[in-house]
């Protein structure tokens, strides 16, 4: 099993789970992050780091969200590993629980 981000990370892009992760399977694109299923060790610290709440694990995707596991495996092959925490995008807070999200998912 992996975790998955979801939608709601998209132009929130917090780093605070990144700095939990034991073995750096979290991947930065320009406003998402996504985890490498192939490297996720199921250890669940990211989870409750997310101040978004948008990291669930695969067997408990929200209804809606479950192309954000193929979304994540895909983004991870192209996008580097981030390691260390960043600050959020500027205006984080203001896109935190928007609906509708995806569309404005930068690759």
Request: charge should be negative; glycine fraction near 2%; aromatic fraction near 8%.
């Amino acid at each position: 099993m992996t975790f998955v981000v979801t939608e709601n990370c998209i132009r929130c892009k917090y780093t605070d789970c990144v700095d939990v992760c034991p073995v750096d399977c979290f991947h930065e694109g320009p406003n998402f992050l996504v985890i490498d299923p192939d490297e996720c060790i199921d250890c669940a610290l990211c989870e409750p780091e997310c101040p978004a709440e948008a990291i669930y694990a695969e067997d408990d995707l929200p209804s809606g969200q479950e192309q954000f596991l193929e979304l994540n495996a895909e983004l991870a092959a192209q996008w580097p590993v981030i390691s260390e925490k960043k600050e959020p995008l500027p205006d984080a807070e203001k896109w935190d629980g928007v609906a509708d999200k995806l569309q404005y998912l930068e690759r």
